[in-house]
């Protein structure tokens, strides 16, 4: 059932979610015929019970798909919005139009001052399921808002309400849980980190097969084996990590699993993204080859919802608050 | 391509066997200091050893007809985990519990298997690994040892160098040329089970940087092996080794080799109330790689248990473990000399520095880093 439907997930981003809607997207172009695509597939409630008329997949079955988007640097919250519906099913909330993007917490403010965020994906979503003193709140990213992108062809946007919250009219209260915001969000990075860094290995290695310097082609060189080595090394550890984080029988994600999927899965963007552009030399950093759409994804992605330390530093908290030793917590708490 | 590895549990039947491994251990090892601990697989005592024999660990994947458990990959590796952790001085029997046997079960005549399985699983027989030599390290096929056939049995001359325990050991299983010249390579080369107390065998200790001796050089001067010698095939040694390396290079002992400083430390900063946010970031850091990297070994337990030999998954998890155990003193350190009053903690720094000397080790035994990365860029298509 899941490999189904992560296989015509697959097929369906692979005629959606090509390199020219990419480029055309991340140039400020609307993502409205992508998403309509996204929206009518049915795939954005894998995760919402059968009884709601969902495909009723857990999150461990939702894995592939989830890796999916990144594989495929989808320019929309694909992830995101399959992983808030499943929530907001669950707190019986009907889900909104429209792409929803995740952001564990808002940064404080004063209060009825105009709400700001860095919110990933915010330049292509019409929500944003977060929450704000520890409630959570579904906040229109439509009317009324500003965006400054936070980087060149970013899809992450610093966002500026025109109001506080008591005056946004839109915003709906939701009860869904903060810490379940935050995992998701997590989660799903993972994964689309896991999907990306697959996709820059395979174009890497075709790249080291083809291109020929003092008469052979370059992967034929020890210090460029070395390089992908550790390259394809860091891929199977997102995997694993990222395979990790989703391990939950529902769509909610265990928060410290989540947490070593983020931490090692960042870790790796920046170094998988380092090495495919040392292999592939200069014609890598240029705007018309492909592999910067996948590589600057996955710089993108290890900043959305926290980079390894944050993450690290969660996990080794919870380690030192119990009694038991490190082995123990890494087969009761850490393990699927 | 490689192969991906699925996430693979280990089932919940085998927690009440962790406990009681873990009860074990808590007895036993009573009163044992860190830095003791701290040396694991490179901690030699025949007692030990004999007491899990004695409570049917030794030879876990062993059939039982052969003295062994017929427990599976997963039994094995709950054990594993449970005794690096804890520190637990295994290394008197931990290469024949877990290569030679499984090497000796696969290749061996029934004889051979009847001889030397009942007594590995008994703590009877300790083996080395007589791989290296002076002059042949990483250039494994190179090696010179021969091995000539008469009628009274094998002529062995030659020597081997860096065999871990080879002063302890009762046999060495050597990769030795049976015909042949050291031209070609690949071929002639063949496996012995060598008895060290024959004569013309010569073994001298080599002292290490961390005071240790745990390993030996070993000459061999016309020692008569007898012709039941030979294990496996004539021949077929490269493939033979090729075969042990999976089972070599996917164990937790390539993960946890730093586990008993980290388990010191995270004592070491409960007690004293330390959760700083280098703490808190080093401690993280280090339990979500190897939880990871734990789970990738297990993956490969359950393809080692279903027959398979994945001896290029293997070598990743090789290179990536050693890679983090290395990473554990220097995180560790640097967090403790952060704090320049934490290093009055004698035991706690005196494990440290065992673990910074011996780590360079870890991503030498079994198979250099450079080594190994070949064998990746091989099964990525790029040799």
Redo the contacts between chains.
């Keep these: 059932m899941d490999d189904l439907l992560s296989d015509s997930l697959t097929r369906l981003l692979e005629q959606i979610s090509t390199p020219s809607v990419i480029r055309q997207i991340e140039a400020g172009g609307s993502a409205k015929d992508l998403w309509d695509s996204i929206e009518t597939s049915g795939f954005l409630d894998a995760l919402v019970p059968e009884a709601q008329d969902g495909a009723g997949l857990g999150l461990t079955e939702a894995f592939p798909m989830l890796m999916a988007a990144g594989r495929f640097a989808v320019p929309a919250p694909l992830a995101q919005t399959m992983l808030a519906r499943a929530s907001l099913a669950q707190a019986g909330v009907p889900a909104p139009a429209g792409a929803i993007a995740l952001l564990g917490q808002m940064p404080t403010t004063e209060p009825g001052a105009p709400l700001h965020a860095v919110v990933p994906f915010g330049r292509v979503a019409e929500w944003l399921l977060t929450t704000i003193d520890d409630q959570a709140y579904l906040l229109p990213l439509t009317q009324g808002t500003q965006f400054e992108s936070v980087g060149h062809g970013c899809l992450s946007v610093a966002v500026r309400w025109s109001t506080g919250l008591s005056e946004m009219t839109e915003a709906r209260a939701v009860p869904v849980a903060q810490e379940d915001i935050e995992s998701l969000a997590a989660v799903s990075y993972a994964a689309q980190i896991a999907g990306a860094a697959d996709r820059v290995l395979e174009m890497t290695?075709d790249y080291?097969?083809q291109r020929t310097q003092f008469g052979k082609p370059i992967?034929?060189f020890?210090a460029?084996?070395?390089q992908?080595?550790?390259m394809?090394?860091r891929v199977?550890?997102s995997?694993?990590?990222a395979?990790?984080a989703c391990?939950s029988e529902d769509w909610r994600a265990r928060p410290l699993l989540a947490?070593?999927g983020k931490?090692?899965t960042s870790e790796a963007a920046a170094i998988v993204a380092d090495i495919s552009h040392a292999m592939h030399g200069a014609i890598g950093i240029t705007e018309e080859y492909d592999l910067q759409i996948y590589t600057r994804k996955l710089r993108e992605w290890r900043h959305a919802a926290g980079a390894?330390?944050y993450?690290?530093?969660?996990?080794?908290?919870a380690?030192?608050?119990q009694d038991g030793?490190?082995?123990s917590?890494?087969?009761e708490t850490?393990?699927? | 391509m490689i192969d991906t590895l699925a996430l693979t549990h280990i089932p919940p039947a085998y927690d009440a066997f962790r406990d009681e491994v873990r009860s074990f251990l808590q007895e036993t090892l009573k009163g044992m200091s860190p830095e003791r601990r701290a040396r694991s697989w490179m901690g030699f005592d025949p007692e030990f050893s004999r007491k899990l024999a004695q409570r049917g660990w030794l030879g876990l994947t062993l059939p039982t007809e052969y003295g062994g458990a017929g427990k599976g990959a997963y039994a094995r590796f709950v054990l594993s985990e449970e005794l690096l952790a804890a520190g637990a001085p295994v290394s008197a029997h931990w290469i024949a519990d877990r290569q030679s046997g499984p090497l000796i079960l696969k290749y061996g005549t029934d004889v051979q298997k009847a001889f030397y399985l009942p007594r590995i699983s008994q703590a009877q027989a300790f083996f080395c690994i007589g791989m290296s030599e002076p002059n042949s390290g990483s250039d494994l096929a190179s090696i010179r040892t021969r091995a000539t056939r008469t009628d009274k049995g094998w002529i062995l001359n030659g020597s081997k160098i860096w065999t871990t325990n080879a002063q302890h050991s009762q046999y060495m299983i050597a990769l030795v040329r049976t015909s042949g010249e050291p031209a070609d390579r690949y071929k002639g080369l063949s496996q012995l089970i060598v008895d060290l107390s024959l004569p013309g065998v010569t073994i001298r200790p080599i002292n290490d940087m961390s005071g240790d001796a745990h390993f030996s050089e070993v000459f061999f001067e016309d020692v008569v092996c007898p012709p039941d010698a030979l294990i496996g095939t004539e021949g077929d040694g490269w493939a033979q080794v090729n075969a042990e390396l999976a089972f070599e290079r996917s164990g937790p002992e390539r993960l946890y080799s730093s586990v008993v400083l980290l388990e010191t430390w995270l004592k070491y900063c409960r007690q004293r109330g330390l959760a700083g946010a280098h703490t808190t970031a080093a401690l993280g850091k280090i339990v979500s790689w190897l939880a990871v990297l734990r789970l990738m070994s297990i993956a490969l337990a359950g393809k080692l248990d279903r027959g398979e030999s994945p001896a290029i998954e293997a070598t990743i998890v090789k290179d990536i473990g050693t890679e983090i155990e290395q990473a554990i003193p220097r995180l560790i350190g640097d967090v403790l000399s952060a704090e320049p009053s934490a290093q009055t903690d004698v035991p706690l720094m005196r494990t440290l520095s065992y673990l910074e000397q011996l780590a360079p080790s870890f991503s030498l035994r079994g198979g250099t880093r450079e080594i190994l990365r070949g064998i990746i860029a091989r099964g990525l298509g790029l040799r």
């Design positions: 290695l080291v097969n992967g034929k020890q460029v084996q070395n992908i080595s550790i394809a090394e199977w550890v995997r694993m990590a395979q990790l391990q947490a070593v931490a090692r390894e330390t993450w690290e530093s969660r996990i080794g908290e380690l030192l608050w030793t490190a082995l917590f890494m087969c850490l393990s699927a």
